[in-house]
C-alpha cells in the first residue's frame, strides 16, 4: 500500500506539469472587427477647445444644481438600478464559485454506527456478540486535473458573464440618467408653457375688459365681446393640461429618484427656467462610440461567454482526469479511532470519457456554436443601431437648433405686432379682429417656441444617451470590472 501511495505521489509533478501546459478546448475569443466610417454623417468639425472635461458628467454642463441632486439621488436610490446591481453581484458570486473548480474539492466526515446481525446471518451466535460498533473519521479531495481545458472554459465563460453584468449596469445607469434629465426638461418646458399659457390669457383678459367697456360706452357690439371671450376660454383651456404634464412629470422624477410620486411636489413644483445647453456638442467618432457604449460592451462580452462555452462543451470529446485521495481512522471502538493502527488512505486517478455517447457530445457543442453565431448576430446588430442612434440624434439636435432661432424671431416680432394691434385698437386705428388675430398669433409663437427649446434640450439629452455618457464621460462600473482578472 505504501509503495502505491509513494508512486502515485511522485507521478502527480508529471500529471500538473501536464495540465499547466495544456491548451483550453474550442475556439478564443476575438473581437469583431467591424468596418465604420471615421466621422458622423451629421457630426459637426470637432473642436477640442470647445469641449468639455473628457470626465466631465454630461448633466453638470446644465449648471442646475437641483438637476445634479435628482441625479445623484437617482443614481443611489433608483429600484431599477438596485435590481441591476444584485444581477451583477450575482454574477460575480457565480464566477467566484466557478473559479474554486480549479482547485481540490476537500470535504471532511465522521460516523458513528451500531448494528446487530440476526440469528439467521449469524447461526449460533449468541445475542451480545450479534452486536458491532463502528467508529470513522476522515478527509477526502477531489481534483479534476484540466488538461483540456473545461474548468478553464467555465471560468472564462463566467468571467465574460460578470463583465456582461457590469456592462448592463452601466448601461442602465446611462438610461436612467437620461429619463431623469430628460424628465427634468419636459418639466421646466410644461412649466414654461404653463406660464406663456396664463400671460396670454392674462392680456386676453385685458383685451376683454376693454371690449366690454366699449360696450357699454355703446361703442361696440355684442359680437366683438363673445369673440374676445372665446380667445379668452380657448386659452385657458390650455392650463389645465399643462397643468396636468406639470404634476405627471414630478411623479415620475420622484419615482425615478426613489421616493412615492409625490414626495417632491412642493420642491419641483415651482417654476423655474429650462437648462441651458452647452455651447457645443461633438460626438467624436464612431470608434470612440463602439469603445464607450457599455451596450455594445455587453453584448461583446455575452458572444465572449458563448464563445467559451464551446470550448466546454468541446472538451467532452477527451476524457476526464480525476484525481481523489482520502487519509482517515477506522475502528470499533471510539477509543482506538485516531490511533497508528486505524489509519486509512487512498489515492486514486479515475477516468471518465464520454467517446461512447459521441451523438450527445456533437450535439451539445453545435448548440454551443448556434450559441455563438446568435450572440455574434446580436452583437453585430447592436453596433448598427447604436450607429443609427447616434446618427439620428446629431441630425435631431442640429435641426431643432436651427428650429429654435426661427421661433425665437417669430415669437419676438409676435409679441411686438400684439402690442402694436392694442394700441392701434385703442387709438380707434384696427378693429378688435386685428387685435384678437394678433394675440392668437402670440400665444401660438410663444408656446411653440417653449416646445421646441424642449426639444432641443431633450434632443441635447437623447444625444447624451446615444453616447453613452458625457462627451465622453467614463462610467465607474465599467472600468472597475475591466480590471479585474
Excluded: K
Excluded at 35 to 46: D, M, N, Q
Excluded at 111 to 133: W, Y
Excluded at 143 to 160: I, K, P, T, Y
Excluded at 414 to 440: I, P, Q, Y
Amino acid at each position: 500500500m505504501h509503495d502505491r501511495y509513494r508512486s502515485a505521489a511522485r507521478g502527480l509533478p508529471s500529471l500538473l506539469a501536464l495540465a499547466l501546459a495544456a491548451c483550453a478546448a474550442g475556439p478564443d475569443h476575438v473581437r469583431p472587427e467591424l468596418a465604420v466610417a471615421e466621422t458622423f454623417a451629421a457630426s459637426p468639425a470637432p473642436d477640442p477647445s470647445a469641449l468639455p472635461a473628457p470626465d466631465e458628467a454630461f448633466w453638470e454642463a446644465f449648471g442646475d444644481a437641483r438637476l445634479d441632486a435628482l441625479v445623484a439621488e437617482a443614481l443611489q436610490a433608483n429600484h431599477d438600478l438596485r435590481i441591476a446591481l444584485a444581477n451583477y453581484d450575482r454574477a460575480n458570486a457565480l464566477l467566484r464559485g466557478a473559479r474554486f473548480d480549479r482547485f481540490p474539492t476537500v470535504t471532511g466526515s465522521a460516523e458513528a454506527a451500531s448494528s446487530r446481525a440476526s440469528a439467521d446471518q449469524a447461526p449460533g451466535v449468541p445475542r451480545a456478540d450479534r452486536d458491532t460498533d463502528g467508529f470513522s473519521a476522515g478527509i477526502s479531495a477531489s481534483w479534476e486535473l484540466d488538461l483540456f481545458g473545461r474548468v478553464r472554459r467555465g471560468v472564462e465563460a463566467a468571467r465574460a458573464g460578470a463583465a456582461a453584468g457590469a456592462a448592463d449596469l452601466a448601461a442602465l445607469q446611462v438610461a436612467i440618467v437620461g429619463e431623469v434629465v430628460r424628465g427634468y426638461v419636459e418639466l421646466r418646458g410644461a412649466q414654461e408653457r404653463l406660464r406663456v399659457a396664463q400671460a396670454n390669457a392674462d392680456n386676453q383678459r385685458e383685451t376683454l375688459r376693454l371690449v366690454e367697456a366699449r360696450f357699454e360706452a355703446g361703442r361696440g357690439t355684442g359680437f366683438d365681446t363673445a369673440r374676445a371671450r372665446a380667445q379668452l376660454e380657448s386659452t385657458l383651456a390650455r392650463v389645465p393640461a399643462l397643468q396636468a404634464e406639470v404634476a405627471t412629470q414630478i411623479h415620475r422624477l420622484s419615482v425615478l429618484t426613489g421616493r412615492t410620486p409625490d414626495a417632491l411636489a412642493e420642491v419641483l413644483g415651482p417654476s423655474a427656467p429650462l437648462p441651458a445647453l452647452p455651447q457645443r456638442l461633438d460626438a467624436g467618432t464612431p470608434g470612440d462610440l463602439l469603445r464607450r457604449r457599455p451596450d455594445i460592451a455587453a453584448a461583446e462580452q455575452r458572444l465572449h461567454a458563448a464563445t467559451a462555452r464551446i470550448g466546454v462543451a468541446t472538451a467532452d470529446l477527451f476524457p476526464r482526469f480525476t484525481l481523489g485521495g482520502l487519509i482517515g481512522s477506522q475502528a470499533i471502538d471510539s477509543s482506538a479511532l485516531f490511533e497508528r493502527d486505524s489509519e486509512t488512505r487512498l489515492v486514486a486517478l479515475g477516468i471518465d470519457w464520454s467517446f461512447l455517447d459521441i451523438g450527445r457530445v456533437r450535439a451539445r457543442i453545435a448548440a454551443a456554436e448556434a450559441e455563438a453565431a446568435g450572440e455574434l448576430a446580436r452583437y453585430e446588430q447592436t453596433v448598427l443601431l447604436a450607429l443609427e442612434d447616434t446618427e439620428n440624434a446629431l441630425v435631431r439636435y442640429a435641426r431643432n437648433r436651427e428650429q429654435d432661432a426661427h421661433l425665437a424671431l417669430a415669437a419676438a416680432d409676435s409679441a411686438r405686432a400684439a402690442e402694436l394691434a392694442r394700441t392701434r385698437f385703442e387709438a380707434g386705428a384696427a378693429d378688435l379682429f386685428e387685435v384678437l388675430d394678433a394675440e392668437r398669433t402670440r400665444l401660438q409663437a410663444e408656446d411653440a417656441l417653449a416646445e421646441a427649446r424642449t426639444r432641443s434640450v431633450t434632443g441635447a439629452v437623447a444625444l447624451y444617451r446615444a453616447l453613452a455618457g458625457g462627451w465622453p464621460q467614463r462610467l465607474p462600473a465599467r472600468e472597475q470590472v475591466a480590471g479585474r482578472g
